[in-house]
């Protein structure tokens, strides 16, 4: 196995197959289907949707959706996959077979029910909401050759003195309006004038001459297939088809039907959102061998790791302004009053033991280690053999190329890629982004290509970044040594669950999952639950999409392949019920009371009884305070005491809660429930009732104002509240009012952290 990194063949568009490539002549083919493809960064590009409104497209047969809902799905599909990729794409919306008329080119009996519903910009939620909301059904029909002209002097108007790459026209109709075709060489050599490219969206495909349903070709699948052609075509979409395919033909010649998709298919590419798409950053450096070689070169990040980014705005809960939330940030000492402090009198300090060490900002520059600048230079050479797969970290890939322009750095690097692959051997590199970056040391593979030659650049750890961990050998435990049968059966499973597919003669091989191709499944979530929450804010988040639940399952023919194995695997490997495990005594089980084999609730009950007997209260001797090691056990014994002073003792044990919650952690929380639970229960024994409710209203009160949440939350939870009247006579709490006293008090809204800055100088993208 080769220990080169996978490299990608180019970073060009992607193009439909037997469709030409950019620069071959066509109109275009950055459109609303070809643009779920990669593109060049660069390119932006100006789009019409243009859609039927009219009457016909409402109908549909009984229990599937009419074309006019497709469209609007498409197109809500299509513009939230711009919004989320982010892309300068610019969009715009005309509709024709509206009852009114709106356009730049309307006059008299021209142009007439065609609205321009929005004008050239970038896509945003309010395009959303417009497409789900206000574009409704007419009760008119247009010319779609008209609604044409009308899309094609909108993109000539508006995109003058700008720079756009591609223009294209997209038209969603079921073919259904009259149309005159008296203009129609005029718009084919406009159209070819301009380099405006065009695409047709129907309900139907074009080669179903016959309006049966079967196509000719083969080119639609089933799955594409519409009831709508089942029911049989018109003769007014079946002369729109033709002018369709006459259209299409006259601008693509040969390809002509390639740029005419049906609803159903359009809707199938659409499901997945566009990736962010990004622009590639160079990095210039100067690659160095020694002191006297040095190339200048160009750095470009190949791979890596995508993250969602916390761009999120704080908006009031109720105005859902942004300027009604109010941030303030306010340093204050842990101490009773919560003394406030200004930040210029803080300095940050590091825990050593018990002690906290005062670590400054100078300091902490002086510690820094000091990189004079950024370096791409070359400390020895290695065999390719040396370097071990699992030695590869980092979160990115560079890939190295000569400067632009430079030829002597592009034969120099050209000569030492070939040199390291022809000895098989890598670079290894010193490399730093910046000065203010930390320098890594990593490893340069070469790597040639048909269309270019380049280094790349991986991370290696330093001596600290490895782990060895020591594991038992399973060869010298007899009792789980494998047979043959389980090495075999256990080979044979894993031979089928291959992912790559091999021909018989072992030399084509082809990736069955393509994880390239395969979008990440936590950006696909947030975008559809994005998508779902900014048009019904108040309703639950919807389950995730079916088809990327499949698109991660086991491929099919795997999962057929490896049964077999599988079967054989739980027929050499049963599995036995191992019995019940013996439970392990504790020194408590051995020497405990031989009385106490009752029920747990007896041995609470006895524990409790005043003459119990155990070491613990021999070793206490005589208690005269409550303290702090046993609390509540010397609660007990003083208020069942001849002349006990119950609410004396009662405020000694008071105090000492409060000094547990002085402490916050987690087991004084816990030993304050404690005391809290036996202060109650010898209320109510002892009638103290209000004692004991004045004393937990008075805990409310101190647990709200020094921000004790959690504690409180642990006593709701264990139920702790006021004594009822219904457990004892002196109380005139109702069981509503204790429950009621439990919920915690309605908060203003909370005073918000400020996010600390932060980033990674070596991600060349966020220079964006």
Not at 11 to 24: D, E, F, K, L, W
Not at 185 to 196: D, H, M, Q, R, S
Not at 528 to 535: E, G, R, S
Request: aromatic share 8%; net charge negative.
């Amino acid at each position: 196995m080769s220990h080169h990194p996978h490299c990608t063949a180019g970073n060009g568009g992607v193009t439909r197959p037997g469709s030409p490539g950019p620069g071959c002549g066509r109109a275009g083919s950055q459109t609303l289907i070809s643009s779920l493809s990669a593109k060049c960064l660069n390119h932006q590009a100006a789009i019409v949707l243009c859609m039927d409104v009219g009457f016909a497209m409402t109908n549909s047969a009984p229990g599937e959706e009419s074309p006019f809902e497709q469209a609007k799905k498409m197109m809500t599909m299509f513009v939230q996959r711009q919004v989320f990729a982010e892309n300068k794409d610019e969009v715009s919306v005309v509709l024709f077979g509206t009852d009114g008329t709106e356009n730049a080119l309307a006059s008299g009996d021209q142009y007439q029910n065609i609205t321009v519903q929005r004008h050239l910009m970038l896509p945003d939620f309010d395009l959303l909401e417009d497409i789900q909301n206000v574009i409704q059904p007419g009760s008119e029909q247009a010319d779609f050759l008209d609604a044409l002209v009308v899309c094609m002097d909108l993109l000539q108007k508006e995109t003058l003195g700008k720079k756009y790459e591609k223009r294209h026209i997209e038209v969603f109709t079921d073919l259904s309006s009259p149309f005159s075709e008296d203009q129609l060489e005029i718009i084919i050599a406009n159209l070819k004038k301009t380099g405006i490219s065009l695409q047709f969206f129907l309900p139907f495909p074009v080669d179903d001459e016959d309006g049966s349903g079967d196509t000719v070709d083969g080119r639609h699948s089933d799955m594409y297939r519409n009831s709508f052609p089942r029911k049989g075509l018109t003769e007014q979409q079946k002369e729109g088809i033709c002018m369709v395919r006459k259209l299409m033909f006259a601008l693509e010649e040969e390809g002509g039907l390639d740029e005419i998709y049906t609803f159903r298919e359009s809707l199938e590419r659409l499901s997945m959102f566009k990736k962010i798409e990004r622009r590639p950053m160079a990095w210039p450096c100067q690659l160095t061998i020694g002191s006297n070689l040095s190339i200048r070169i160009v750095a470009f990040k190949s791979l890596v790791e995508e993250k969602l980014k916390k761009s999120w705005t704080l908006v009031d809960a109720k105005t859902l302004k942004k300027e009604d939330v109010q941030k303030e940030t306010v340093y204050c000492l842990n101490d009773d009053d919560e003394t406030e402090v200004q930040k210029d009198d803080l300095v940050q300090g590091f825990r050593y033991g018990s002690d906290i060490v005062p670590f400054s900002k100078v300091d902490e520059e002086q510690m820094k280690y000091k990189t004079e600048a950024k370096c791409f230079s070359v400390l020895g050479f290695s065999r390719s053999s040396q370097i071990q797969r699992h030695h590869y970290m980092g979160n990115q890939v560079l890939k190295v190329f000569a400067a632009k322009g430079d030829e002597a750095a592009a034969v120099a690097l050209s000569a030492l890629i070939h040199a390291l692959d022809e000895l098989d051997v890598v670079a290894v590199v010193r490399y730093a982004y910046d000065r203010r970056s930390n320098p890594q040391v990593g490893v340069a593979f070469p790597c040639i290509k048909d269309a270019y030659e380049c280094l790349i650049y991986v991370q290696l750890p330093y001596m600290e970044d490895l782990r060895q961990y020591m594991f038992s050998s399973l060869k010298n435990n007899k009792k789980y040594t494998p047979t043959a049968d389980q090495l075999s059966a256990v080979d044979s499973l894993i031979d089928s669950m291959s992912l790559v597919y091999e021909d018989d003669d072992g030399e084509t091989t082809e990736d069955i999952f393509k994880t390239s191709k395969i979008p990440n499944p936590q950006f696909q979530r947030l975008y559809q639950c994005l998508q779902h929450k900014a048009f019904h804010p108040d309703k639950p988040l919807p389950p995730i999409e079916q088809h990327l639940l499949e698109m991660l399952e086991i491929p099919q023919e795997v999962r057929e392949r490896c049964q077999a194995p599988l079967e054989k695997i739980k027929a050499l490997f049963p599995l036995k019920d191992a019995g019940k495990k013996k439970e392990q005594k504790t020194a408590q089980d051995v020497f405990k009371d031989n009385n106490e084999d009752g029920p747990s609730a007896k041995k609470a009950k006895a524990e409790n009884e005043e003459g119990s007997f155990s070491i613990a209260n021999l070793a206490e001797g005589n208690v005269t305070t409550v303290g702090s090691i046993n609390p509540a056990e010397n609660f007990c014994v003083l208020v069942r005491q001849k002349n006990a002073n119950f609410k004396e003792v009662s405020q000694q044990l008071v105090n000492r809660i409060e000094q547990f919650l002085e402490t916050k952690g987690l087991q004084y929380y816990m030993k304050s429930i404690n005391c809290i639970r036996v202060f109650r229960e010898e209320a109510i024994k002892l009638s103290e009732v209000q004692c004991f409710n004045d004393f937990l209203q008075a805990l409310k009160e101190k647990v709200e104002d020094k921000t004790l949440a959690d504690f409180w939350e642990i006593l709701i939870q264990d139920g702790i509240s006021l004594i009822t009247k219904d457990e004892a006579e002196g109380s005139s709490v109702t069981s509503e009012e204790a429950k009621k006293f439990l919920a915690p008090k309605e908060k203003p809204a909370e005073t918000l952290l400020v996010a600390g800055e932060g980033g990674d100088v070596d991600d060349l993208l966020d220079m964006m």
